[in-house]
C-alpha cells in the first residue's frame, strides 16, 4: 500500500519498518491509533530478515542479525505474535592445541559434562567453580536488570539498588570487564570465552577505560533474564514477519518503497516529505518515531548528527553439504557446531587481534565465532536438503573495524575471509571448502559482509551494528524519560541508537509506543 491511499494525517507515522518500528506500530495500532510506517526497502524487517542468497538453493538464512536473547517476552504475549524460538543444549565448544594434541573445552549438556570437560582442559576443577560462580553472579544480575528494559528509565541509583549486589555493580558496571576476567580466571582459554561476549561488534580492548566492551557484556549476559542466545525457529524473518501481520491486523499502513527524506516539526504536530519511484509526497503525524540511526535522525530533522561509531565485524553465511570432521574426535561435530564455536578466541588472541587492528593492519589469526542454525531449526532448509544432510554455518568475525576496509573493501574482505577460514581448517580433520555446497551456477554458497557493506545495504553508520555504541541501562543526561526521547517533543528515536536499544529486542519501538500513548493520554 502506497502512504496516500490510507489518511493524509496519522496520528503516528514511523519511519523504518524495522523490527523495532514494527514492534512500536504494532503496539499504536492495537491502542486504537492511525498509524503509517514508511519502508525505504520493498520489504520490512530492516537487518532482521530471511533471505535465500545463494541462487536456486532453497535455503532461507537469517541474513544478517541471527540469533535472539533480548526480546522480551512480554512483547510477544502482548503482541500475539506466532513466533517461537528453541533453545541450544551446547552453549560453546572451543578448540584448541595442548601439548601438540588436538583437545577443546565444550561447555554445555549438564553442569556435570561440563565440570568434566574444564578438568580435561586444565587439570583441575578450579576453573569450572570459577566459571559457576561468576555466572551465578550475572545470572542474578540479568534478573534484576532485564525486567528493567521495558519500563522507564531507572536512575543509576535505582538500578543500582535493584541489582543489590556491590560486587556485582563494580565488575560489570565501574571497573574493565578486563579485571574480572583476569581475577576470577587462570586459564587463557576460558578467559577468552569468557571475555568474547564483550566483543561483539565493539572495538575495544579488555581494559578499555570507556567501559565499552562492559556495556556490550551486560547486554549479552541478561537477555531474558538468564543470558539464554536462542535460535529463532523459522530464521529472523518470522519474528518481522510475524511483527508486520500484527501491525497490519491492528489497522497499520506498511509503505515500503516510501523513503522519508525530511521531518518538519513544531512540537506538537509534525510533516514529513518522501519519496517513491513515482515521485514525492507529503504526510502528517501528530508523533514521528525514526527507526533509524541517530544519524539518519538528525539528517531527516536538519539536526547536528553525532560522530557516527564504527563497525568491527565480518558475517558471513555458509551452506554446507554436511558438517566437517573436527581434528578433536572426542566431539562430535554437531554438538560442537549446535552451539557457539569459538575459533581463535584465547584471552591472548584476542589481545593480539584488537592490537593489530587498532594499528591498522588485518588481525593475523582473525578471532570469530560460528554456529549452525539447522541443527537446532532445520526449518529453514528445504525437505530436500535436510534429506541430504546439509547444513547452515554462521560466522561472525570480531575485531575487524570499518577503517580496514577502506582501501579496498572487496580485496579486504577476500583477505580477511581467506584468513578467518584458514584459523577454522587449523581445528578442521578436512578443509572446510570440500563441504561448501554450490548453488545453480556452480558457485560455492558463501557470503561475506563487512563493516562496509552493511553501511551500504542497511546504512548502519559506520557498519555498527548498534547504530552506536551501546548505552548503559540507566537515565543520563539528556536520555528522557523512556530514553527514546529527542530535541523535538513529538519526535522519537525508536531504533537502536536508543537508550537500551542494539540487538533483536524490540525494546526501543516497545517503548517509543509507550511514550507516545503517555503523552497521548493512555
Known sequence: MTAHEGHRTYDAVIVGGGHNGLVAAAYLARAGRSVLVLERLDRTGGAAISTRPFAGVDARLSRYSYLVSLLPKKIVRDLGLDFRVRTRTISSYTPVERDGRPTGLLVGGGDRRTRQAFAELTGSDREFEAWQRFYGMTGRVAERVFPTLTEPLPTRDELRRRVDDEEAWRVLFEEPIGVAVEDRFADDLVRGVVLTDALIGTFADAHEPSLAQNRCFLYHVIGGGTGAWDVPVGGMGALTDALAGAARDAGAVLATGHEAVRIATDGRT???????????????????????????????????????????????????????????????????????????????????????????????APPSEIYCHSLTDPTILGPDLVEQGYQTLTLFGLHTPARLFDRDNDAVREELLKSTLAQLDAHLAEPLADCLAVDADGRPCIEAKTPLDLERDLRLPGGNIFHRELSWPYAQEHTGRWGVETAHPNVLLCGAGAVRGGGVSGVPGHNAAMAVLEATGE
Open 270 to 364: 509534525a510533516e514529513i516529505g518522501y519519496r517513491t519511484a513515482e515521485g514525492e509526497g507529503l504526510v502528517a503525524a501528530r508523533h514521528v518515531l525514526v527507526n533509524a540511526s541517530p544519524q539518519a535522525l538528525a539528517e531527516l530533522t536538519g539536526d547536528t548528527p553525532p560522530e557516527p561509531a564504527e563497525g568491527a565485524q565480518l558475517k558471513v553465511n555458509m551452506l554446507l553439504k554436511r558438517l566437517p570432521k573436527l581434528r578433536d574426535t572426542s566431539v562430535d561435530p554437531r554438538e560442537a557446531f549446535s552451539g557457539t564455536f569459538h575459533i581463535a578466541e584465547g584471552y591472548q588472541q584476542l589481545a593480539t587481534a584488537h592490537a593489530q587492528a587498532a594499528a591498522g593492519e588485518l588481525p593475523a
